[in-house]
Antibody, heavy 116, light 109 residues
């Protein structure tokens, strides 16, 4: 059974950093793209970027390039999304999802709250 | 960037009836269109890709149609578990660009 397990909720202050994780199981993690998607009430679903764990090829949405870092470690079947300096507007639910065009499996989401 | 526009924002339909949801693209996207269902408190669930192909395990009452700039998701014989929010998504193969619509909330009439 394909599963994407995400790390737990985070509460951070503006200016702090956070790194959330997404561990895949039930399939060959290195052979399928992993995407990150944010959901907020204000902007809905937003595509952040995508990584291929096999060779670490990645691509960011222009809206997020320079704001986040996506990485992966195929040895532990895990992808990561990192913010170095959070702002209140980064508050939202962050999902990882499998796929490069259609996202066929999604993680349960990680709620990140940024508040002073 | 391509803008995806869904209508209506909220759709009220009785159980057992048909629901028709629309998604428009700001320019021609061919068949590069995906539909997701999101129930409260859950992540999105893939329903339809390539505008009209049902994903694995999706009931036949869900169907997608359209190409270019106008797309439709039809749900026949609505069941209680179908009342949820539905999103459309455009994808570009390479470089990967994905744009979501703002969603249509399907509620019980």
């Amino acid at each position: 059974e394909v599963q994407l397990e995400q790390s737990g909720a985070e509460v951070k202050k503006p200016g702090e950093s956070v790194k959330i994780s997404c561990k895949g199981s039930g399939y060959t993690f290195s052979g399928r793209w992993i995407a990150w998607v944010r959901q907020t009430p204000e902007k809905g679903l937003e595509y952040i970027g995508i990584i291929y764990p096999g060779d670490l090829e990645l691509k960011y949405s222009p809206s997020f390039e320079g704001q986040v870092t996506i990485s992966a470690d195929k040895s532990v079947s895990t992808a990561y999304l990192q913010f170095s300096r959070l702002t209140a507007s980064d508050t939202g639910i962050y999902y990882c999802a499998r796929g490069a065009d259609k996202f066929d499996f999604w993680g349960p989401g990680t709620l990140v709250t940024v508040s002073s | 960037d391509i803008v995806m526009t869904q209508s209506p924002a909220t759709l009220s339909v009785s159980p057992g009836e048909r629901a028709t949801l629309s998604c428009g693209a700001s320019r021609d996207i061919g068949h590069n269109l995906v539909w997701y269902q999101q129930r409260s408190g859950q992540p999105p669930r893939l329903l339809i890709y390539g505008a009209s192909t049902r994903a694995a395990g999706i009931p036949a009452r869900f169907s997608g149609s359209g190409s270019g700039t106008d797309f439709t998701l039809t749900i026949d014989g609505l069941q209680s578990e179908d009342f949820a929010v539905y999103f459309c998504q455009h994808y570009n193969n390479w470089p990967p660009r994905h744009t979501f619509g703002q969603g249509t909330k399907l509620e019980i009439k």
